[in-house]
T-cell receptor
Framework: DGGITQSPKYLFRKEGQNVTLSCEQNLNHDAMYWYRQDPGQGLRLIYYSQIVNDFQKGDIAEGYSVSREKKESFPLTVTSAQKNPTAFYLC?????????????FGSGTRLTVV | AQKITQTQPGMFVQEKEAVTLDCTYDTSDQSYGLFWYKQPSSGEMIFLIYQGSYDEQNATEGRYSLNFQKARKSANLVISASQLGDSAMYFCAMRLFNAGNMLTFGGGTRLMVKP
């Protein structure tokens, strides 16, 4: 079945370390997105990519980096520059044009700084 | 920039009753889509219903309906015959068709269904 796979489900990071969150999709979607969700709050856009080898900053890109070398993959690196990385991270994808179904989401990665 | 507002942080509803979750939006664009997602405690986002700005009829999907009032810029979600499994966070989101595919989300409403 087609879908989006995020791994790991839970991730613990020591302060000062970089960590990479994986996001893979087999839906043949052109666009992919990373969102951050803090407890009891909505989703905020970190980065998005409309096409391979191209990506743009969202509203809260500072302290994060991404790459889009393959259509299927859009990994997110949380760098040591991100001062408050503890959050729930959701990856999503969509087809290139306006879709009535919006996004397909992964199941998320919960990152905790220890 | 577009903005989505959900003014109800939390709501209770009795099982089998209907409930309305509010959503207002702000945009000067004419072409846009409005979405509702459900997020259970497990964290995944489940698509519920969609309304296009040019759709003349309110969208319905099973027990979900969207009360779309374009002039008031509101897109409220109505859940009929609430079930215990409806307890979750609900997010309203908007996509501007002339500004890429990004969804902008509201802050969410936590719905709790009482037995």
């Amino acid at each position: 079945d087609g879908g989006i796979t995020q791994s790991p489900k839970y991730l613990f990071r020591k302060e000062g370390q970089n960590v990479t969150l994986s996001c893979e999709q087999n839906l043949n979607h052109d666009a992919m997105y990373w969102y951050r969700q803090d407890p009891g709050q909505g989703l905020r856009l970190i980065y998005y990519s409309q096409i391979v080898n191209d990506f743009q900053k969202g509203d809260i890109a500072e302290g994060y980096s991404v790459s889009r070398e393959k259509k299927e993959s859009f990994p997110l690196t949380v760098t040591s520059a991100q001062k408050n990385p503890t959050a729930f991270y959701l990856c999503a994808s969509s087809i290139g044009d306006a879709s009535v179904y919006g996004y397909t989401f992964g199941s998320g990665t919960r990152l905790t700084v220890v | 920039a577009q903005k989505i507002t959900q003014t109800q942080p939390g709501m209770f509803v009795q099982e089998k009753e209907a409930v309305t979750l509010d959503c207002t939006y702000d945009t000067s664009d004419q072409s846009y889509g409005l979405f509702w997602y459900k997020q259970p405690s497990s964290g995944e986002m489940i698509f519920l219903i969609y309304q296009g700005s040019y759709d003349e009829q309110n969208a319905t999907e099973g027990r979900y309906s969207l009360n779309f009032q374009k002039a008031r810029k509101s897109a409220n979600l109505v859940i009929s015959a609430s079930q215990l499994g409806d307890s979750a966070m609900y997010f309203c989101a908007m996509r501007l068709f002339n500004a890429g595919n990004m969804l902008t989300f509201g802050g969410g409403t936590r719905l709790m269904v009482k037995p």
